[in-house]
């Protein structure tokens, strides 16, 4: 008993460095790749190659001044950052990252935790994180905050339920809601012939989650929460210092935690070439198959303008709902068709 | 093992009961809103020890998640100023609202006394998949036992979309 305990608290404290350091490179590697694709180097002054700039970022954020709006619900203006960044890190504990390797002469797998509703476990999750973002707009006692927080939780509201039914096609491949099952279904021969994204209609079905998994992640083009044009800044205006860095690393958790998602459901998890004899190619697998689906993310950003707020709506109820629906036919068909 | 469960229920339980009340002590209605919020998630913690995982998820995601956005949407976008009871109107109701108390306080104690006696039927071993409260149970009962009530009630789910749909439709469309 105490002995799982002691594994399941390192294992935690593991994952949850990993991401933090993650989260700070991902925004240097956001900078890098604005750069690179609008012809500039990026940063580049701080370290070699301005590799110690997040660093330089994070003690610059901490040491500006915290303000907190006098005319702010002061309790909730100070809640709603964590209400987004606890969600946020909350998902990663059913998420697999390989499959077993032996450390110290224990067998140790390769997540926190697995239960029979993992998936439905990170949809509750997100449902929650909404409110982290509604509740700073509402606190902060700004127009443009409020805009930002009723904008941000209506289209999260209405592409989970693209993003929801997409995944029920999976479902019917996988007959699991547990990740680590999904992602057992999927092993083949070299490790990479069971993709689900391999598979006939689930190919379509991955563009639409991953779609859907761009506007629940509030990225171009679908950032109307945060459209600096319109709104400031959208729901964090009126944050500073940490408060502020707890929402932009509650934004690039949502990006890890989405494109880990689609690596576990459709690139087949930890799977690849060799990965049956040498388990601990997992983790690298998933790292650098997550890795892609992050930068492909980026690169949309940067080349994507962003849609006007009617035509969001629009396309998330008339395009993505309806054909989200189909496919959920389509995969029944030929599940029974050719089982 | 056994303990550890104990406190558990005893932490969500009070977490449960305490955001309940706090739900009729607040004036301001955003604030009862969110203790609503705290509650759902004690509740559905209580059912992860009673093994329905199931159960506890769908509880966040449909009433923590779904619902009380709504709520809170609507309490925000009204603005509604704190602290102006609206009850005072109709002080003859308030009195209508003792013998209503009264019924389900008995009835509460109706049920907990039928309860007591007996006791949970515990999971069986090996069988975790199809114990109670789990996505297969669930799944297997709601498309073979409760088939007919389960097709009733989407289609009148669906007859509530296209209500709200013909209402919230402008004229000139």
Redesign the interface.
Known sequence: ?TNILVEWVIKTVVILLILVTAVAYLTFLERKVMGWIQLRVGPNRVGPWGLLQPLADGLKMIFKEDIIPSQSNQWLYILAPALSLVPALMTFIVIPYGSEITLFGRTIELHVTR???GL??I???T??G??GI??AG?SSNNKYS?MGG?RS?AQM?SYELALGLSIVSVLLYSGS?DLVEIVNKQSGWLGHTGWNVFRFPLMFVFIIFYIASLAETNRTPFDLPEADSELVAGYHTEYSSMKFVMFQMAEYLNLITSSSIATALFLGGWNGPFVGRLPILGPVYFATKALVLIFTAMWIRYTVPRFRYDQLMRFGWTTMLPVAIINIIITATVIVLFP | MEKASIIIFFVFAAAAVLSALNILLQRNPLYSALSLIVTLLSLSALYLTLHAEFIAVIQIVVYAGAIMVLFIFVIMLLNVPAAQPQIEKQKGLRYLAIPFAGILIAETFYVVLSIGKRSMPSVPAGTEAQAVGTTWSIGTSLFTDYLLPFEVTSVLILMAVVGAMVLARREGD
């Open positions: 008993m239960m029979n509703v439905l476990y949809f509750a999750l449902s929650v909404v409110y509604v509740l509402w409020l009723l939780s509201i809601l």
